[in-house]
C-alpha cells in the first residue's frame, strides 16, 4: 500500500505565503514524476505544477514566478512554495506521484499513480 498526506494548507490574507507538503510512504521503490493539482468549487481540476525525478519543472501560467515546486527524493516528498497568494488561488490542492511499488515478497513491482486527500488553501482578499 502506498499512501500520499499533503498538510500546510491554511486561511492566509492576500499576498501572503503558504508552503504544502506531500509525504509518500508504503512500498516504494522508486517515484517518477510528482505533480500539484488544484480545484476550486465550481471548477475543473487542473495541473498547478509538475517535477520529475531528474528535478525538471513545469507550471502553469497563472503562477509562473509565484509558485516553486521541489522534492526530497530521500524522503519522498514533494513541496510547493506559493507567494504572492491571491483570491483565486483559493482551492483544495492534491499532490499526484507516479509511485513504482514492490507487489509481493518476490519483489514483484508496477508503476501506479497515487493521489493524495488534498489540503484546503483559503486566499482571503
Known amino acids: 500500500q502506498v499512501q500520499l498526506v499533503e498538510s500546510g494548507g491554511d486561511l492566509v490574507q492576500a499576498g501572503g505565503s503558504l508552503r504544502l507538503s506531500c509525504a509518500a510512504s508504503?512500498?516504494?521503490?522508486?517515484?517518477?514524476?510528482m505533480d500539484w493539482y488544484r480545484q476550486a468549487p465550481g471548477k475543473e481540476r487542473e495541473l498547478v505544477a509538475g517535477i520529475t525525478s531528474g528535478g525538471r519543472t513545469t507550471y502553469v501560467e497563472s503562477v509562473r514566478g509565484r509558485f516553486t515546486i521541489s522534492r526530497d527524493n530521500a524522503k519522498n516528498t514533494v513541496y510547493l512554495q506559493m507567494n504572492s497568494l491571491k483570491p483565486e488561488d483559493t482551492a483544495i490542492y492534491r499532490c499526484?506521484?507516479?509511485?513504482?511499488?514492490?507487489?509481493?515478497?518476490?519483489?514483484?513491482?508496477?508503476?501506479?499513480?497515487?493521489w493524495g486527500k488534498g489540503t484546503l488553501v483559503t486566499v482571503s482578499s
Open positions: 508504503g512500498s516504494i521503490d522508486n517515484i517518477n514524476d
Open positions: 499526484k506521484a507516479k509511485v513504482e511499488e514492490i507487489v509481493n515478497v518476490e519483489g514483484a513491482r508496477v508503476r501506479k499513480d497515487h
